[in-house]
């Protein structure tokens, strides 16, 4: 099946430093989404992009849509204890009626 | 906040035995969705129901699996005859608009195949 190449697989940060993660794919996509899963819940949706270049904040997160519609970046600033957790990408393919696909996640963990 | 909420939140069974999982969409939202994920691993598109009906099923969603909207507020899996590997977290979600919409998900049932 289709893959998303999610980068890093895990991530050991300080308080208060910036973070990257990013996903990229061989296939186009239409729409990407950036999801936060904490230990034991279920995914929940921080920021979603609809048009190739599209670049979208929500509070210390920034997630861009790629020009080539093959990948995302999500980036967060000043990072605080709370931000751990996993971070998952998720597109959907360029074909009327395809479901989400995921990345593989990023783990994030902050020391304080 | 309207959330999508799943019940239980775990359930064991013996394999072969037939399990229901339950959940109950945001109450506006006509697409609703199934994805699993195994321990340490991605989260995996199971099934997609719109206007009563099955919209799009992976590999993974075989004989074994149907869904249901038995009323106009509940979404189920049911899984007839449970394998080991079917022991996963298993959520659900829903959207408002369908394609190009955001899924909200919810807190998932974690079931075990013994």
């Known amino acids: 099946g289709q893959q998303l190449n999610q980068s890093p697989q895990s991530m050991f940060i300080q308080e208060g430093e910036d973070v990257s993660m990013n996903c990229t794919s061989s296939?186009?996509?239409?729409?990407w989404l950036w999801y936060k899963q904490d230990p034991g819940e279920g995914p929940v949706l921080l920021i979603a992009?609809?048009?190739?270049?599209e670049l979208t904040s929500n509070g210390r997160l920034t997630a861009q849509f790629g020009i080539t519609r093959k990948d995302s970046f999500l980036n967060i600033s000043a990072s605080i204890p709370s931000d751990v957790g996993i971070y998952f990408c998720?597109?959907?393919?360029?074909?009327?009626?395809?479901?989400?696909?995921f990345g593989k996640g990023t783990t994030l963990s902050v020391s304080s | 906040e309207p959330e999508v909420t799943q019940t239980p939140s775990h359930q064991v069974t013996q394999m072969g035995q037939e399990v229901i999982l339950r959940c109950v969409p945001i109450?506006?939202?006509?697409?609703f969705y199934w994805y699993r994920q195994i321990l340490g691993q991605k989260v995996e598109f199971l099934v997609s129901?719109?206007?009563?009906?099955?919209?799009?099923k992976s590999e993974i969603f075989d004989d074994q699996f149907s869904v249901e909207r038995p009323d106009g507020s509940n979404f189920t899996l049911k899984i007839r005859s449970t394998k080991l590997e079917d022991s996963a977290m298993y959520f659900c979600?829903?959207?408002?608009?369908?394609?190009?919409?955001?899924?909200?998900f919810g807190s998932g049932t974690q079931l075990s195949v013994l």
């Open positions: 979600a829903s959207s408002e608009l369908g394609d190009d919409e955001k899924l909200f």
């Open positions: 296939s186009i996509f239409n729409t």
């Open positions: 992009l609809y048009k190739a270049g």
């Open positions: 998720a597109g959907q393919l360029d074909q009327a009626g395809t479901a989400l696909i």
């Open positions: 109450s506006n939202h006509l697409y």
């Open positions: 129901f719109y206007n009563n009906e099955i919209s799009e």
